[in-house]
């Protein structure tokens, strides 16, 4: 039996295994709402520059919204023989209004048209996962604010390095989270060009109008060249790329989340909303939603490296290889965004300990840089000199089993003579994040500054929107 969709070319259809290979239909589904879209914009095109009649603009544009209608109610039956999107609906438009659909794909290709639908849906899932960084940027920094003053442990090598504040460290993941909705804003600004009407590879002969057809889609303007415009994934690779640095971000965050939860540090908590238990040890409350945002890393840097290796090779223009682009597409995007989802929630739920973390911040000597500026500027010594002086009071601490503020005074003058009682006015932890005022330091005024200043960002950003 001929292929019904391929005309005169082919007497007989595919193989079997041709036809196993060769089905879309089973993922670019996804892509219906794009699809129709295009559709809709193409007729109208055509229309206007008089290669359709208005009256079959109508048939189209309502048989269009019939499809619509029933793939969003569930009673539309896929045909995997039909291949793909573009093939099931254009089909399912003929029954419904007959001949008129054939002119439905006058002065377009599957080439173009696939290139649009899948811009289409990475672009809509750009708009998306940006408002889903809004929300968790939101949250964490009203949880910063609320947390601004609570001395925590920061850490370099995860060893205890300089008392910090819980509000201070959830900010630095809020400015990691903006260069992300950044890279994404600029992928998505760069893919913003209709790649309809290039048709197979060199244009069309149809005295078509792409401009509005780019325009009505809310794309600034049609792409320049009709080869590049079949041939290009960038869009895809750029948006799997960003998606990828933001899953590591979050990936870091889990990371925290999982130790900090652990019996070992008692920083946070977490509800029974984000953890579950075990089949055997009824004690456990295991972090499994950090643990899995965690591991949908690996899954989204893996859907960028699979694109990137089909497009390695490719000659210009469309190679069927580029049909594997939407499985990684779709679920790398669709990855992040759970994960967003999921973070967004943990953050919105996780509470500190405290007194747990004011006890770990003091561990460690944590203050001792705190003790060599001091000794810079009351003593006027060289930083290196001060450096070598607090290094053997902290050896002498850690001889005596004690923290650096329950040393005597007779005992660091021991070390430098010319240390005075001042010197325990800088030990403690509460002092030594409040001194923190530098911009972009720790300090709980500083902290509570720029919480205030991203929440209402993020409020006037919404209300613009």
Not at 44 to 57: F, K, P, Q, T, V
Not at 258 to 275: G, M, N, P
Request: charged share 25%; with cysteine.
């Amino acid at each position: 039996m001929s292929n019904r969709m391929w005309g005169g070319r082919f007497a007989t259809g595919p193989a079997a295994i041709m036809e196993e290979i060769n089905a879309s239909i089973g993922f670019d589904s996804k892509l219906w709402r794009q699809d129709i879209a295009g559709s809709k914009a193409h007729s109208a095109m055509l229309a206007a520059r008089g290669i359709l009649s208005a009256e079959d603009l109508a048939k189209i544009h309502a048989g269009l919204d019939e499809i619509a209608g029933e793939i969003e109610a569930g009673t539309f039956t896929f045909s995997r023989s039909l291949e793909d999107i573009h093939m099931n609906i254009e089909a399912a438009l003929a029954q419904k209004i007959g001949p008129a659909a054939g002119r439905l794909h006058t002065a377009r290709s599957r080439n173009d048209q696939v290139a649009l639908d899948v811009k289409l849906w990475v672009r809509d899932t750009l708009d998306h996962l940006d408002g889903q960084f809004a929300e968790l940027m939101a949250v964490t920094a009203e949880k910063a604010l609320t947390h601004a003053s609570v001395v925590m442990p920061g850490f370099t090598h995860l060893q205890s390095a300089q008392p910090v504040t819980f509000g201070h460290h959830l900010l630095a993941h809020v400015e990691m989270w903006a260069r992300d909705r950044a890279r994404f804003r600029d992928a998505r600004a760069r893919l913003n060009e209709c790649p309809l009407g290039a048709a197979a590879l060199a244009g069309t002969s149809f005295p078509i109008d792409r401009a509005m057809t780019a325009a009505s889609l809310g794309f600034d303007r049609p792409t320049a060249n009709s080869m590049d415009s079949v041939a290009d994934r960038d869009y895809a690779l750029e948006a799997l790329s960003a998606a990828s640095i933001a899953a590591v971000h979050l990936s870091r965050l889990a990371e925290e989340i999982v130790i900090w939860t652990s019996a070992q540090f008692r920083f946070v908590k977490l509800s029974d909303a984000f953890t579950t238990g075990s089949s055997i040890m009824p004690q456990k409350r295991n972090p499994d939603a950090a643990e899995l945002v965690r591991a949908k890393t690996g899954r989204i840097m893996g859907s960028l490296n699979a694109l990137t290796m089909v497009m390695k090779g490719l000659p210009l223009t469309y190679q069927k290889d580029m049909q594997e682009d939407k499985e990684q597409i779709f679920d790398g995007l669709e990855s992040l965004s759970l994960a967003l989802a999921a973070m967004t929630g943990m953050m919105r739920d996780l509470e500190p300990e405290v007194a747990n973390l004011k006890r770990a911040a003091g561990s460690g000597f944590a203050t001792a840089t705190d003790l060599a500026d001091w000794l810079v500027r009351r003593l006027g010594i060289p930083f290196r000199e001060a450096h070598h002086v607090t290094g053997r009071i902290v050896a002498l601490a850690a001889e005596r089993e004690t923290t650096l503020d329950k040393l005597s005074l007779a005992e660091m003058q021991g070390v430098h003579p010319g240390i005075t009682e001042e010197v325990f006015s800088v030990l403690s932890v509460s002092k030594s994040v409040a001194s923190r005022v530098s911009y972009g330091g720790t300090a709980p005024k500083n902290v509570r500054a720029q919480a205030k200043r991203w929440i209402a960002r993020l409020a006037k950003e919404k209300q613009s929107a």
